[in-house]
Each structure stands twice: as structure tokens, then as C-alpha cells.
């Protein structure tokens, strides 16, 4: 392991930093929030350092997950907007679709969605930003992506019933 100093400080800052400001901006939708997101996980990571694993960027996501719980406990907002990526570009039917579906699930789907979706993680990377073990997590996701698929299949109406007439 590499000593947890000030070179290895910078190290994880210069690599980790878009990656947290990224995940912040796909969740807060403002860059401004989201970089004072990453200070604030990095400075934790600092402070904390002798906790940091090896293979850092799970274990600061999760750090930002829980600062953004935190934050949105205090606030105790009525409704929390899901902050989706930006639609492709000819796809905001299908954008709206999942967000609607998206929006029925629990925070914790959604939560584990986007971590696997948007951040590339793997499933064992995952688990760390949830604090869970990967077998935990893997059923997790499959239950996730099946309720997101029986949500798009709510989302989407049915042909309509032919009754002999020409339309």
C-alpha cells in the first residue's frame, strides 16, 4: 500500500476529481454544487486517508452519496427531482419514458441504477459505494433492473384493440 501522504493526496485528487464532479453533476444537475461535492469527499479523504482503500473511487462515491443523503435529510424536501443524463440527441420521448419509470422506483434502485449506468462501475465497485457485499449487490441490481422494466412496460400504453373499423 502507498504511503498516505501528500503525494499520494494529489495523486488521488488529479485522478479521482472529474469522476466525483461527474458524479455530482449527474445527480445535483449544476456544476457549481457539484465541484463543492468533490471538495468536500476529498477533503474527507484526507482527512480520513488511513480508511481510503487501495482502489479509491468506490470508496469516494460512497462518500458522496452520503454527504448528498445528508444534505437532502436537511433540506427535507416534499419530492426530490431525479436529475437524469442529458437526452440523446432525438430521444426525449424515450428520455421522458425513463425518467417516468425511473421516478417510481426507490432511491436506493435508482441510486444503484446509476452507479452501475452512469458511472461504469462494476457490480463488486458498486457494492462498496453501498456498503453491501457484491452477491447482496448483484441481486440488488437484477431486482432493480426488473422493476425498472416492469416499470417501462407500465409507462408504455397498449396498441390500441382493433374493432373492425378502418382507422
Known amino acids: 500500500m ?12 488529479a485522478e479521482c476529481y472529474p469522476a466525483v464532479v461527474r458524479y455530482g453533476l449527474r445527480r445535483l444537475g449544476a456544476l457549481g454544487p457539484a465541484e463543492e461535492l468533490a471538495q468536500e469527499v476529498l477533503l474527507t479523504a ?9 482502489h479509491e473511487l468506490p470508496w469516494l462515491y460512497g462518500v458522496a452519496r452520503r454527504l ?3 444534505e437532502w435529510r436537511r433540506a427535507r424536501p416534499t419530492f426530490v427531482e431525479l436529475v ?8 426525449v420521448d424515450e428520455l421522458l419514458d425513463v425518467r417516468a419509470a425511473l421516478g417510481t422506483l426507490s432511491e436506493d434502485d435508482r441510486e444503484l441504477l446509476r452507479l452501475i449506468g452512469w458511472e461504469q462501475l462494476s457490480v463488486s465497485e458498486a457494492a462498496a459505494v453501498l456498503g453491501c457485499n457484491r452477491a447482496v449487490c448483484a441481486v440488488r441490481l437484477h431486482r432493480a433492473r426488473k422493476r425498472l422494466v416492469a416499470a417501462m412496460d407500465r409507462a408504455v400504453p397498449a396498441p390500441a384493440k382493433r374493432t373492425g373499423a378502418l382507422l
Not at 2 to 13: G, K, P, Q, S
Not at 46 to 54: A, E, L, T
Open 46 to 54: 484526507w482527512r480520513r486517508r488511513s480508511d481510503v482503500p487501495g
Open 84 to 91: 437524469d443524463a442529458p437526452a440523446p440527441v432525438g430521444g
Open 2 to 13: 502507498r504511503e498516505r501522504d501528500e503525494r499520494w493526496f494529489r495523486a488521488v485528487y
Open 68 to 70: 448528498l443523503a445528508n
